[in-house]
Structure formats: C-alpha cells, structure tokens
C-alpha cells in the first residue's frame, strides 16, 4: 500500500468517524414520518404484539388501524412489530441515533423515564386532558410521568392473583387461604403427596419477585416498597427483610418447584398448565389463557381458580384488597416526530379504540375504565374488573417502578434469594446500596 | 518472481475492497466503543464525558473479572475440545466404510439456530421432567442434581451444549485440512511401514497444525465474546453463576441503561482478546522453534 | 500420545495372526459402535425439533418433553407459513446469504492470497488487522452501525444486511483460509509465475481451484451463520418486505406466551434448505479435491 493510499484511507476514516460521532450527539434532523411519493403522511407505528405469539393483540391493533386510516384519507400507518425482547433492544439503539417511531410503545416507570427526561418522548398532557378527562384508571396515567408532565397513554392494567388448580385442591380438601399460615400449611400438605405446590420462574427474576412484592406488602404495608423507591424506607427495613426471609422459609419447605433458579417465566408456567404444580402466582395477562385461549384445553380451564394473597398474620398490610399489579405498555409520541400532531392524534385514536374493545375481543385489561354491564366476556373477567373497581391500592411492581439499572440488579438478586445464594440481609443491603448510589448522583 | 507477486496495484486491487470494509463496519465501532466508554450515557440522553471513571470502575469491578473468569474457562473447554474433534476428524478422513455418511450426520446440530439448541438443552436439564434427570430418577438416583439451577455446577453444564453446538465448525474444517493432506505422503508412509497411528500422529497432524493454530486462535476468541446460549439458558445466573463478559457487557448497555459502563466492558472484552491472541500466537511460535 | 508406544503397538500387530487380526476386528467392531451411537445423539436434535413441530403448546409444556406428539399439528406448519410470515421472508433468506457468503468468499480469499502469496510490506499489519476485527463482541456494533448506516441512507435497506454478513464474516473466513493456504504447495504458483501468467490468472486458475476445498467448507460456516442470523435484521429492518426467516421464529415468541409448536414448524421448515445445500457442498469438499490434484 502507498503511503498516500494510507493516508487517504486514515483521513477519509477520521471523517467517517466524526460523522458518526457527531450524529449521535446532536443530530435532531429525524426522518421519523416522511412524505413519500404518494403525498400522504407515513406515520410509523412499532409495537411488540407479534401475530404469532400474541394473535388477539395483533389483529385488534391491526383492526383499529384499519378504522383511523379509513377515517384519515392522507395518513399511512407502516407497522412494525417485533418480539419484546427484540423491541426492547431495538427502542434503545433508535433512541441512541434519535430515529424513534412516530409512535411506539413503552413500559412504564423505570423503563419510560430515560426516555422522557432524554427529550425522546413528547408530552402528552394535552390531549390527556383533551380526550380522557377521568377515563383513566386511577395512578396509570403518573405511572408514566416525570417532574409533572405525562409522557405515554397507557393501554394495559394487570393485578396479580394467585391462580390455583381446583382439581387438586378438592381432592386434598383443601380451600382458598385466608392467611399467610393456611397457604403455607397448604404447602406442606400437598409436597407430603408428591405434587408441587408452587411454580415460579425465577430465572428471569420479575414472576420471582412478585411473591416478594406481595409479602413485603401483607408483612410491611401496602406502600412501603413505593417508599423505598422514593427514598423514605430503606430496603433493610426489618418487614422487608421479613418477606426476604419468609420466601427462603417456602424455599426451604419445598414450596416451590425444584430447580426454579433455572426456570423462565413460561417453564415455569409449564408445570401449573400440566398440573404438576398446584399454584401460580402471576397477573391478569394469563387470563386469555385461562379462559378463552383454543390453546389450553377446556377440560384445563374449569379447573382453574383464583384467589387474592393471603394476609400475614401479625403483618401492617390488612387488606386482601390490595394488589401487586401496574399498567403495561403505553402509547408514546416521539418528541422528534415530523407529523407530531397526526402521531398524538393516532395514538389517542388508538388507546381509545383499545379501551373500547380490548376486553371484549381480546380478553384483555385495558388501562382505561370498563364499564362490565352488559359485557359479554368470561364470568372471570367480570369478576376481575369488579376486583380492580374495589382495589384499596394498587403498587406498581417494584422493578417496573425502579430505574432499569436497579430492576436488573433486583431481578439478579431475586434469583439469588431463591437459589439461597444470598441472605435476606445481603439481598436488602445491596438494594440499599445501589439506591444510594443512585440518590447520590441525582 | 519479485515483480509479478509485489505488484502493489494487484495487492490494493485484492486488499483494499475487505480492507474498507472492516475498517468502516469494524473498527470505527470498535473504536467509538471504546470512546463511548469514556461517557456517562444511558443511551438514550445526553452523554457527559467522565474520562477514564468508567475504566477504574472496570478494573476494581468483581463481577467483571468473576465473568472474564467465566469466558476463559470456556475458552479452555473449548481448546480441550479440539482434541476430540481431531479425533473424530481423522477417523472420518481414514478410508472406512461410511465414513462420508458419518461426517455428514456429525455436522447437523452446527445447522441449527441458538434458538433450537437452547430450547432443547433446557428441556435435557430441566430438573424434573428433563432427560437427564428422568434417566437418573429412574435408575433409583435420589438427589438428582439441579444442573442450570445450581450455582456450583451450572457454568459447567452450559459448557456442554456450547462445546457440542460448535463440534460441526470445527469438525468440518480439520476435516477439509485432512483431505488436503497429499495422498502421496501417506502412501509413501505407509509403503514404510507405518501404521495408521504413526501416519495420524506423524504425518497428517503436523501438516494441518498451520489450520490447528488458527482453530486455537478461534476457539478462544470465540469462547472470550460468546454470548447467545448463555443469555437464552440462564440470563448469566442463576446469581452470576454463568455470567461471561459479553452477556455482562449486555446487561448492562442494554438491560440496565449504562450505555457508558457497557461500552467500558466491550473495550475490555477487546482488550483481553487480543492479550490473549498474542499470547497464544507466541506461545505457539516457541513451541515450532523447539 | 507417545509416539514410541505406537512403534511398539505396531510391532505387535504386524504379524497377522489370527489373534490379531480377531483384536483388529473388535476394535472395529467397537469403533462403528461409537460412530453409530454418536451419530444417533448428533441425529436426535432433528428428530426432536419434527416432533416439536408437531405438537400443542399444551402439549409442549404438559407431556414429557421427549414423548411423541399425540395429535400431529400439521397445522403448525401451516401456521408458520402464514402467520409467522416465512413465505414473505424466505427469498430474503435465501439470497441475501448466497450474495454475501459470494462476496464473503471472493473478498476473503483475495485478501489470504495476497497476504500468504504477495510481497508487501504492511502485510503483517493488514492481517492482523482482519484477525483482531474478529474480537468485537456484536452487541458493541449495533449502535454506531446504525448510525453509519443511517448516515448513508441504508436503513430498512437490504443492502445493509448484505454488506454486515460479508463483513462481519470477513474476519473469520480469512483465519480459515490462512491456515489452508499456509499448507499448501506453492510450486504451482511458482511454475506459473516462471511460464509469465499474470497475477490474476495464476490465483483464479490455479489458487481458487487448488482451494476449492476449503471453499466449500467457508461457504458452508458462513451460509449458516447469514442463515440464522437475527440481530442485524431486526436492527437495521423494518420493513416486513426485507425480513429474513428468522424474524419468523422470533414472531412466535410473546412476553406472556410462546408458540412452541408454530417456533418448532418455522425452525423445520427453515432448516430444510440449508440441509439440502449442506449435503451438497459436503460432497464438493472431497471432489474439489480431487479437481484439485488433477490440475497439480
């Protein structure tokens, strides 16, 4: 090579590479929706309901896009739709290049704040005011705000139960607990007879961490792990490291299926659906599955009940009224966004028709109040909706309500506490740490 | 001979298109990920540069050696494989009968995707209802061991179902540098008397060990960056048990929001890399010079 | 192994006696055992994903994972066709890997000829170059190949596509090839130049044919590797038009519900080509071969 080949080549590099660079920090210019060719708006909409895995979202989505485009002659919707997984990994590197959708969607709290305090998000008190004055279910809509502005229309509400094989339960006589002791006595009845009373996937951490929530919750209060995100409790608070405790208790009792630590939240599943296990703690999502869904066997689905977790006796939190649950995903407008307006107008569009319909045709919760007269679903539905109506509180999953460098770690360390590679005092004190961490550089 | 083969318009004609190439799509990330990880970035916001916090962060980092720690016992898993794969790809090279059909079938599992290989070896480890642990229950085992889910045995257990996904990569290749072996050189061996051992070991061995030390090479290099089974099987736990750098490196630019800390690992990562390149490079030269 | 130890072996198995020759026999006995018995297990992962594909999801995660379907689902694959998209995605597959493991190969195996067979100066440094660029671990690249690619207009372009896999396959490609080219003669290439054959003929007449075994082999590493690759697509795609198979898989995977049935049909039906390819090139490594010599 010649030395000015070389030395083309190093410079035409050094040029690339401060391109590059300064793309990532201060290019705004976005291409979000563009004009093309055929004069119309092209809004572009990405959302993580693959028609394969999640058909009943997909076609409902896809239905009411249809609707907004017949009603806007000039608006194009192009769809994009990846698997969560994907979509997650995909957000970040469109956020990183400012390139979001027009429209996206977005999990709430820990997940969405990057993203609204980073300029990525628009915020959309306007139109919350505007279209869906007191439509909301109560504590959604703050769920995905940051210092005082809304940043997404939220979409879904889940409320965690404890879902429970009646079959089984009948033939040990056995009945719904009222009290933390009775479940754990149901426990130890149905691990004497060889069956499994609990699955869980504590391999990904957040199905692990909701028996967790829930305990720290009957045990400490309804609001005391919201207290620790906001500074006023710390994670070592002896109720919290109670429920710590209380869950390697059930560990240790072989209250859980073996080998859980290495279970994803659908293994998992795997032993309530083939009734090797007796429980399931999980949210409303599962419903469809448990109801509807031409997936699951009818024979299957009547033997599945629910039922709200127990008190512990002694604890703060009295109430079976309040839940471990949140909303889901939301719609965000991209603050670069060229056709900001069309894209607010669409996602209003869309979250509206999604309340609307949702429950109905997809069999899922929406975050938007329902009214259940007259409503044609499944008994369970009705009596899941009236549950949320009656709710005394409703706390956020703490990982979804903690920054998403504090959900990983409490996702690793909810793994190790099931697999007893930590002790309660350990799991509390390296929360408390990086909370404090966190607390200081803010 | 000189002129023809240094003509240096044939050389950029040949070099210069791969050389753009890996310039551009290569190195300028490797470079910015270097530079990313002088940052304070989530990705998403601004980035503020902290010079080199991020790398004293790194170096003091537990978990990140524990996780480099990880990645080199792959890496020699993977190295000791290589044993066995010479093995299998001398028997398939000597003439036996079938052994065109036997080659072909020992390949399959490369064809498949991550995804398959990872769902099938969960299901083999599954504590309860998995294969093994059937198999062991079955013939009046008691305390079946819990394979991913045990902290102690974990790594080990994912170390198999790696070092099986790759056996076809590397049984094709010595296989191919076998066949490329001179069949006169054999014939002459054998006219000497040598057995099949004697050729196996002292003929066909030394003349494939060029394409041996580039598998060495990329068994390592592979093993340090590998990512896919790990983060599909356990996520890096349970409690770390399996983290390896890449799926750190992953946790933590992409699950956990710390574009910068991430960034930091990825240089690290390269870093060790190529550390661990040159010394097997080296390593290897002195063995030849003996 | 002790090279002395097999002199003495041998020695003692020079002598055909019928005992010998019987020992001889059970070896071989024995060693077609553990080739069949290896083969069986590297068979299995096939038979497993069939039988996959054929059942429910129920039947997935209640049965045994190893017991047979119950009820075929041919439906799967029906559903994988069309809800999952593969009929969309599949020429994407196909010829996004041929154009790039082509390009994949030419590139790589100019660059090995010119650092293996040319006089030049900055060849160590150049082939260290590729070497190292092997070491990037992918999750590093995907946020500035974006904006590269951005930059350059290539997003939900499939160009971008083409030109990761030729590149990012680069690297290893040249390794492999190096290690050939290494062992291999170079009297031919050294008879030609003397007889006045320019550069170029000398490497596609006489390197490329003498190479064309471990050609075979490359194509086939990176036709699986473009072949299964997802991450790239997913980043650089969105488009439904320019997907690839893969993305077909990954629609079957939900945050609350997987398709495993649907995930097993896509998984078979995508692996059908590149089995049949495989099998085909498989045989190209021994007669290149063969081609090979003849020439020398």
Known sequence: MSKKKALSIITLFVLIIGLVLSGCSSSNESNGGKKSGDGKIHLKFMHDWPQGSSSAYFNLVKEIIKDYEAENKDVVIDVEVLNPDQYRDKIKVLAASNELPDVGLTWSNGFAEPYAKGGQFAPLDDIIKKDFQDQFVPGTVESYSFDGKSYALPMEMNITYVFYNKEIFKKYNLEEPKTFADLKKIGETLSKNGIIPATVGSKDGWPASMWFMYLADRIGGPTILTDVIQGKVKMTDPDIVKAAEEIQNLVDSGFFVKGNTAFSNDDAKGYFLNEQAAMFLTATWELPNFTTSPDTSQEFKDKVGYFKFPIVEGGKGTDSNSYVGGPGLGAFVAEKSQHKDQAKDFAAYLVKEWGKRSVESAGILPATKVNTEGLDVHPMYIDVLNDINNATNVTTWFDTQATPNVSELHHDLITALYGKQVTPEEFAKQHDNALAEEAAEK | ?290 | MNPNELTTKSTKLTPKTGYTSLLKKIGMVILYLVLIVVALVQLYPLIWLFQLSLKTNQEVFGMSPFALPQDPQWDNYIDAWTTGGINNYFLNSVWYTIVAVILTLILGSFVTFAVTRMEWKLKGFVLALFMAAYMIPLHSTLIPLFNIFNKVNLIDNPLSIIISYTTFNLPITIMILLGFYQSLPREIEEAAVMDGCSVHRIFFQITIPMTAPVLSTTAIINMIYNWNEFVFVNTFISSEKWKTITVGVNNFVGQYLTDWGAIGATLVISILPILLVYLFLSDRIIEGLAAGSVKG
């Open chain 2, 1 to 290: 001979m000189k002129n023809v083969m240094s003509n240096k318009t044939v050389i950029a004609l040949y070099v210069l298109p791969a050389l753009f190439l890996v310039l551009f799509l290569i190195y300028i990330p490797m470079i910015l990920t270097g530079y990313y990880g002088l940052m304070k970035w989530d990705g998403v916001g601004e980035m503020k540069f902290i010079g080199l916090d991020n790398y004293i962060k790194l170096v003091q980092d537990k978990l990140f050696w524990e996780s480099t720690w990880h990645s080199i016992l792959l890496g020699l898993f993977s190295v000791l494989s290589l044993i066995g794969y010479l093995i299998v790809s001398l028997v398939l090279a000597s003439k036996i009968k079938g052994a065109n059909i036997f080659r072909k079938i020992y390949i399959i599992p490369m064809l498949l995707s991550s995804v398959a290989i990872a769902q099938l070896w969960i299901k083999i480890f599954d504590p309860m209802n998995g294969l093994i642990n059937s198999f062991l229950t079955s013939i009046g085992v008691e305390n079946v061991p819990l394979w991913l889910a045990d902290p102690e045995i974990a790594l080990y257990a994912i170390f198999i179902p790696i070092v099986w996904q790759y056996a076809g990569f590397y049984i094709i290749i010595i296989y191919a540098a076998l066949v490329n072996v001179p069949e006169e050189l054999i014939e002459a061996a054998r006219i000497d008397g040598a057995n099949a051992f004697q050729i196996a070991y002292k003929i066909k061995v030394p003349l494939i060990s060029g394409v041996l030390k580039v598998l060495v090479i990329l068994a390592i290099v592979g093993s340090l960056k590998y990512f896919d089974l790990i983060y599909v099987m356990t996520g890096g736990g349970p409690g770390h048990a399996t983290e390896v750098m890449a799926s750190y490196m992953y946790k933590e630019a992409f699950g956990k929001y710390n574009f910068g800390y991430g960034s930091a690992i990825g240089f690290g990562l390269l870093v060790i890399s190529m550390v661990a390149t040159w010394t097997i490079q080296k390593l290897m030269k002195t063995k030849e010079d003996n």
